[in-house]
């Protein structure tokens, strides 16, 4: 599975013969330079309405022809006539492409923000997407909360992106701690230095997670990529209470 940062909170991640792309802020990303015309994802992710996350995720499905991935009730708010939009909720688990993506929760607003003011957009969201090629945690915009211990760390995590900008998300210190509760194996740091407000040193925090847990980092570059090789290429169920969690 190679995972792409695309800057700020966008990955284009290959899983099998599938191309998923979360959260695409292309147009306006100081850190992304590719071109719209240089994606050609199966399926977009999205995980709440805020311009950075939502970014171009319409004229491309549109474009391109693909599913749209969101919550429902920022899909009620957005202008999706003829696209292929799948409306999901906390929770919820779809089977596309041979994947099974995952809703989850996150501790954060949502609003969808034009030159005509902002609406209510239901909920944030983040996503668990399981493929044989492994299973990562997009984590969107969030606080760090007890659940990612509990609900999240079931579905047996290889990777998970979380942000560390603080201020608009937790912070390094927190997320260090998500990390662990998620018992992830590799984390990647993403939300971070795309604008002043939210700089930090990705570094100083790849030595506090691997100082402090049993996790690795992996700090990307804007348009570097890195592959995950799943040490068990079977397809890994979730951990069921009655499994106990002892991976
Ligand atoms: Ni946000
Ligand atoms: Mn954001």
Avoid at 26 to 49: A, E, M, W
Avoid at 226 to 231: A, D, N
Wanted: glycine share 8%; charged share 15%.
């Amino acid at each position: 599975m190679q995972l792409t940062f695309e800057g700020h909170a966008c990955f284009s991640i290959q899983a099998g013969n599938v191309n998923i792309l979360i959260d695409p802020f292309i147009s306006g990303n100081p850190h992304c330079n590719k071109l719209l015309t240089d994606f050609t994802p199966d399926i977009i992710l999205v995980t709440h309405g805020h311009n950075d996350h939502l970014g171009d995720a319409l004229p491309l499905a549109k474009r391109l022809n693909i599913p749209l991935v969101a919550q429902f009730d920022l899909l009620q708010s957005l202008d999706t006539p003829g696209l292929d939009v799948i409306g999901m909720n906390t929770g919820g688990r779809i089977t596309v492409k041979g994947l099974e993506i995952i809703m989850t929760a996150a501790v954060h607003g949502n609003s969808l923000c034009t030159e005509h003011g902002c609406l209510p957009a239901g909920t944030a969201a983040g996503f668990v997407i399981k493929s044989p090629a492994g299973n990562v945690y997009h984590a969107g915009d969030t606080a760090l909360f007890g659940d990612m211990a509990t609900v999240i760390a079931r579905y047996n995590i290889h990777v998970a992106l979380l942000p560390i900008g603080d201020l608009y998300t937790m912070g390094p210190k927190d997320a260090v701690m998500a990390a662990h509760w998620l018992k992830a194996d590799y984390v990647v740091p993403m939300h971070y230095s795309t604008f002043p407000a939210i700089q930090q040193d990705a570094h100083n925090f790849a030595a506090m997670l691997e100082s402090r847990t049993a996790c690795k980092c992996i700090v990307l570059a804007p348009g570097q990529s890195w592959t995950y090789i799943s040490p068990q290429p079977e397809h890994k169920p979730d951990i069921t209470p009655a499994e106990g969690d002892d991976r």
